[in-house]
C-alpha cells in the first residue's frame, strides 16, 4: 500500500516526476491519493502510471479535484489496464461529461469490480449511460452512485438487480 492521503504533489512537477518514476518501479498493489489537489493538468501524469502499472488494483482518487476532465484521462488509462479493480471516485465534481466517459470504460474494461461515485455531481443523463454500460458490462459487483442529483432511480435499480451489482444510491 502507498498511502499519500494529503500529502503529495504539493512541491510541483519535480515531486511528481519522482512519484511517477517510484509507481512504474514499485511492485504496489494499492494506490490512495485521497485528498491530494491533483486537479486536472496533474492528473494526465497519473493516468499515464496507471495505464503502465500492472500491480495496483485499488485506485484511490477521492477528493482530488479531478472533475470531468480528470475523470476522462482515468477512463482512457483504465482502457488498457487490467488490473484495477477497485476504483473510488468519491467528490470530485464528476458531471454527466465524466459519467459518459466512465460508461465508456465500463463498457470495455473486463476488470473493475468496485465503482465508487459518491458525492458527485452526477444527473439523471449520466446515471443513464452508466445504466447502459451495466448491461454490456460483466465484472463490476458494487456501485456507490450516493448523495448525485439523479432524480430517476428505477432503470438504474432495476439494471443493478438484474445483474446482481451490489448499488447504493
Same mark, same amino acid.
Request: glycine share 6%; with cysteine.
Given at each position: 500500500?502507498?498511502?499519500?492521503?494529503?500529502? %503529495?504533489?504539493?512541491n510541483g512537477s519535480m515531486q511528481l516526476q519522482e512519484f511517477a518514476?517510484?509507481?512504474?518501479? =514499485?511492485k504496489m498493489k494499492s494506490l490512495n491519493l485521497q485528498g491530494n489537489? %491533483?486537479?486536472?493538468?496533474?492528473? &494526465?501524469?497519473?493516468?499515464?502510471?496507471?495505464?503502465?502499472?500492472?500491480?495496483?488494483?485499488?485506485? /484511490?482518487?477521492?477528493?482530488?479535484?479531478?472533475?470531468?476532465?480528470?475523470?476522462?484521462? &482515468?477512463?482512457? $488509462?483504465?482502457?488498457? @489496464?487490467?488490473?484495477?479493480?477497485?476504483?473510488?471516485?468519491? !467528490? @470530485?465534481? &464528476?458531471? /454527466?461529461?465524466?459519467?459518459?466517459? &466512465? $460508461?465508456?470504460?465500463?463498457?470495455? /474494461? =473486463?476488470?473493475?469490480?468496485?465503482?465508487?461515485?459518491?458525492? @458527485?455531481?452526477?444527473?439523471?443523463? !449520466? $446515471?443513464? =449511460? %452508466?445504466?447502459?454500460?451495466?448491461?454490456? /458490462? =460483466?465484472?463490476?459487483? #458494487?456501485? #456507490?452512485?450516493?448523495?448525485?442529483? %439523479?432524480?430517476?432511480?428505477?432503470?438504474?435499480?432495476?439494471?443493478?438487480?438484474?445483474?446482481?451489482?451490489?448499488?447504493?444510491?
Amino acid at each position: 500500500l502507498m498511502d499519500y492521503t494529503n500529502r %503529495i504533489l504539493k512541491n510541483g512537477s519535480m515531486q511528481l516526476q519522482e512519484f511517477a518514476i517510484s509507481v512504474l518501479t =514499485s511492485k504496489m498493489k494499492s494506490l490512495n491519493l485521497q485528498g491530494n489537489p %491533483i486537479g486536472n493538468e496533474r492528473v &494526465i501524469s497519473i493516468g499515464e502510471m496507471v495505464k503502465l502499472n500492472s500491480s495496483i488494483y485499488d485506485l /484511490n482518487l477521492q477528493d482530488t479535484l479531478i472533475g470531468n476532465e480528470g475523470v476522462a484521462c &482515468i477512463v482512457e $488509462a483504465l482502457k488498457l @489496464n487490467t488490473t484495477v479493480k477497485n476504483l473510488n471516485l468519491q !467528490g @470530485n465534481k &464528476i458531471g /454527466n461529461e465524466g459519467a459518459t466517459s &466512465i $460508461a465508456g470504460v465500463l463498457n470495455l /474494461n =473486463s476488470t473493475l469490480e468496485n465503482l465508487n461515485l459518491k458525492n @458527485n455531481q452526477i444527473e439523471d443523463q !449520466g $446515471a443513464t =449511460s %452508466i445504466v447502459e454500460a451495466l448491461k454490456l /458490462n =460483466s465484472t463490476l459487483k #458494487n456501485l #456507490n452512485i450516493q448523495d448525485n442529483k %439523479i432524480q430517476t432511480r428505477t432503470s438504474m435499480e432495476l439494471i443493478c438487480k438484474t445483474k446482481s451489482i451490489h448499488l447504493e444510491l
